[in-house]
């Protein structure tokens, strides 16, 4: 079973996504952290109903992000993290943490990339006046949303929609999408690995 974090700054629903699907035995996971960088986002009271282990810590309280950094990997070598899922995380993740995890840390964005990177991407989608938008599932790099896509689903934008019915169609569909794909790169890790 592969022993992850979670990385997430907000609500914390694509968290709950994979926790929920943890205890439903869709996911072969153990979920060893949450890593949060803002103290009062409500992610943090999902990790503590779901009894996992939490960790926030705020880049302001260090000398520089490398140090930032620094500190969340040895949070991450304590409880013998193999795999980081980032969910909803808002912050590009740097050396410390690409190097210590090479090609093993994942991310969910609310566009089809490489359309729509970084923030407000639904925002950027409805401006653009696209018809269709969605989500991808991609490795994390050194760029923002540049790391190779593993998976995308496409989600329709209607005439009238607001931000937010587009927002909740996209949210519907990363909670079925990332735990699904997930489990599918688990699964496909271990069958490499066998002898």
Known sequence: MKRIAVFASGSGSNFQAIVDAVNAG???ADIRLLVCD??????LQRAQKAMIDS???SPKDFADKTAFEKE???QLRLRGIEFIVLAGYMRLIGSPILQEYPASIVNI???LLPAFPGKDAIGQAMNAGVQVTGLT???VDAGMDTG???????????A???IVDVQKRIQQAEHICYPKVLQELFTKETTNAAP
């Open 72 to 74: 969340i990997v040895q």
């Open 38 to 43: 803002q103290p009062s986002a409500a992610v």
């Open 148 to 158: 190779p896509i593993i998976a995308q689903t496409k989600v329709q934008i209607h």
């Open 137 to 139: 599932i991609h490795y």
């Open 160 to 162: 009238n929609d607001s």
């Open 109 to 111: 964005h609310p566009s």
């Open 55 to 57: 960790c926030c810590l």
């Open 26 to 28: 869709t996911l072969d």
